[in-house]
């Protein structure tokens, strides 16, 4: 079974389209640029080396530092391969009554946090491939790190094994496969109660959901804990508005000499 990328967006035209508005890439652009490339694939109809002249020239406005000779190769494998997947467009995934029940009845907080995780991924993945069958294929730190839960290697393994004594996953048989089947997925459809369209912190989500306070980034939209009242931004973006808002200071000050 294919190892899928943690990296998941469930609206990739918007986002696709958010990456090009912005003034720079991500230090590991690699991700953004296939979902630009499905994008300029899909929608603006580019062939592969017309996408492959629109990465390059993203490449050069957005990314510090950037050399062809060092990315070549990938941007041309990238613009190849655009055409092969669909823009994935999923509104959210949904998450019922009974799953939370069973996930509320797990006795070990941060094993709560990695089965609501690894639930939100198996309906993705679900979503995405409808001969899935409630399967996930991600390294067990990705998981970890998705759910907000630290643990070394042995803790991860004891939570793992313990979720699987529980009968709430079932592992792959085959050898050095890290398969993972969800067994706990609502096949009755009871009552949504919780609609997850953002995968950053899944573990926030559920903890959210359990009471506990928590903020929405009003810029980027990532849910982060709340440790003052008038939390409006990340840290990433509280920076980046109080940039623009220097810059416009500035601004202001010039013309008024002038």
Excluded at 121 to 134: F, G, I, Q, S, T
Aim: charged share 30%; aromatic share 10%.
């Amino acid at each position: 079974m294919e190892r899928f990328s943690i990296n998941i967006i469930l609206k990739e035209k918007e986002y696709a389209e958010n990456v090009l508005k912005e003034p720079k890439l991500s230090k590991k652009p690699s991700y953004d640029l296939r979902i630009v490339a499905k994008y300029l694939y899909h929608v603006e109809n580019l062939k592969p080396n017309q996408i492959y002249k629109r990465l390059v020239k993203i490449m050069e406005e957005k990314y510090y530092n950037f050399a062809i000779s060092q990315w070549q190769d990938l941007l041309l494998n990238i613009a190849k391969h655009a055409k092969k997947r669909d823009l994935i467009n999923i509104d959210y995934i949904p998450v019922t009554k009974n799953e939370l029940l069973t996930i509320d009845g797990i006795k070990s907080k941060p094993m709560k946090r990695i089965a609501f995780t690894m639930l939100c991924l198996a309906k993705y993945r679900n979503m995405v491939n409808e001969n899935n069958r409630d399967w996930i294929n991600y390294d067990f730190k990705d998981i970890f790190r998705m759910a907000n839960v630290t643990a070394t290697i042995k803790e991860q393994c004891f939570m793992i094994h313990d979720m699987k004594a529980l009968g709430l996953i079932k592992m792959n048989k085959l050898v050095n496969n890290l398969s993972v089947n969800v067994c706990y997925i609502d096949k009755t459809e009871s009552e949504e109660v919780l609609k997850i369209d953002d995968f950053r912190n899944l573990g926030y989500e559920y903890l959210l959901y359990c009471g506990e306070k928590f903020f929405r980034c009003k810029r980027c939209g990532v849910l982060k804990r709340r440790t003052a009242s008038n939390m409006s931004y990340c840290r990433e973006c509280a920076e980046i508005v109080e940039n623009q808002k220097t810059k416009e200071r500035v601004q202001k000050f010039r013309s008024s000499k002038m």
